[in-house]
């Protein structure tokens, strides 16, 4: 997450001072000097470098009430690019944005996910390269790149866990098959789905950046990416938030494709509501359809998505009494029929949960919708990719 400069000492390199730029902490060089207690000459030497790096553009400040107008120092977001993706069971998206996590250009698809990376690869490659073209732009720009994908990540290593769904993807190391096809070495950045689009949704969303929020993405599959102090929690092995796998009551035995009975998954997933839909006469080909016939009325689909809510509600409940967030944001496929789904979430959750623990909790839906994945996993790069450190290092290089 980006973390605000206080005023630093006067070792504060190029990269600090991008930081300052990039953050309107600073905005000319007189603020910059102020803040870090650099001298003039020393200012000017790493704002020269900036700009000679591509990074920074200078721009005539407004008349002030007398003398010569500042400059002001503009961080350059189009002086590259990160590649972005947020892979799903159903539907998948593919993006290019700018260095601040602007969606410059997004396609939709579908990929064989369950084919494994010789399938989903060339997909992500192909994509971008006509992404990349349609900006007039190529992949010696691309300076990051990120990807969410569906099930358990082990974070620091970019390997997805074992899953029986995911099977060809267990084990596997995506970031050195993308790598391997860009002119220069960059960044590449693998995450759990939900936790990439918990991170869009807290610092691009509309919902002002609450510091303790779950996130949950509620379609084909159920999960949570849990923000807590303003930082995306992973869990010690990046396992934190499997909330679609946690055991719900009185379900009777139904297996999950996690290998165990009655998770939340299986009960109210997006499978399990086709296949009770079909059973009451309404052959709906995929859950947006029966998202559709929810929001007509159709008092099968809306019992069924409340239902889904309720059960969806007794997971969180144990989230909120455990880590008391302010907001719970719902996305996903199944949260656009928001009434009827927070109807059944409410119910639950101000039912089972302590009084302080929902005295001032929100649920709301999710503000940024099939943007929400790939502007996380652009702000995951840029992260990266802009810190002190790896801006000294790309000034240097």
Not at 102 to 122: I, N, Q
Not at 182 to 201: F, I, K, R, S, Y
Not at 206 to 221: E, I, L, N, Q, Y
Not at 323 to 352: C, K, M, W
């Amino acid at each position: 997450m980006p973390r605000t400069p206080g005023r630093l000492s006067s070792t504060a390199t190029s990269g600090h001072i991008l930081e300052l730029i990039r953050t309107g902490t600073a905005t000319n060089r007189s603020e910059i000097a102020r803040t870090t207690g650099l001298s003039r000459p020393s200012v000017a030497l790493r704002v020269a470098e900036l700009v000679g790096g591509g990074l920074v553009v200078e721009r005539n400040g407004a008349p002030s009430g007398g003398g010569r107008p500042p400059t002001l120092l503009e961080f350059d977001a189009s002086s590259g690019l990160i590649l972005t993706s947020a892979l799903g069971m159903a539907r998948s998206q593919a993006a290019v944005c700018d260095l601040n996590g602007a969606v410059l250009v997004r396609t939709p698809g579908s990929p064989d996910l369950e084919g494994g990376p010789e399938t989903t690869v060339p997909w992500l490659l192909e994509t971008w390269r006509e992404q990349l073209a349609s900006l007039g732009r190529d992949t010696g720009s691309v300076r990051g790149v990120g990807i969410g994908l569906p099930g358990t990540v082990e974070y620091h290593t970019g390997r997805a866990a074992y899953r029986p769904f995911l099977g060809p993807w267990a084990g596997v190391a995506l970031g050195p098959l993308i790598a391997e096809h860009l002119p220069a070495p960059v960044p590449v950045t693998v995450d759990n789905d939900v936790n990439v689009m918990a991170v869009g949704e807290h610092l691009c969303g509309g919902h002002g950046r609450p510091d303790d929020m779950v996130f949950v993405k509620a379609s084909t599959g159920i999960g949570a990416g849990l923000v807590s102090g303003g930082r995306l929690l992973r869990g010690s092995l990046g396992a934190a938030g499997e909330l679609g796998h946690i055991p719900v009551r009185d379900s009777g035995g139904l297996p999950c494709r996690c290998g165990n009975t009655d998770c939340l998954e299986a009960v109210a997933g997006g499978r399990a509501l086709l296949n009770a839909a079909a059973e009451q006469g309404r052959d709906v080909d995929g859950l947006k359809e029966l998202v559709s016939l929810a929001l007509d009325g159709d008092p099968v689909a809306v019992t069924l998505v409340r239902g889904a809510g309720r059960r969806l509600g007794e997971a969180l409940a144990g989230a909120v009494n455990l880590l008391n967030p302010d907001t719970i944001v719902l996305g996903g496929d199944l949260s656009e029929a928001y009434d009827h789904l927070v109807a059944g979430v409410r119910e639950v959750i101000f039912s089972q949960c302590t009084a302080l623990a929902t005295r001032q909790l929100r649920v709301v839906s999710s503000s940024l919708w099939d943007e929400a994945g790939v502007r996380g996993c652009a702000a995951m790069v840029a992260e990266e990719i802009l810190s002190p450190e790896a801006v000294n290092a790309f000034l240097a290089g």
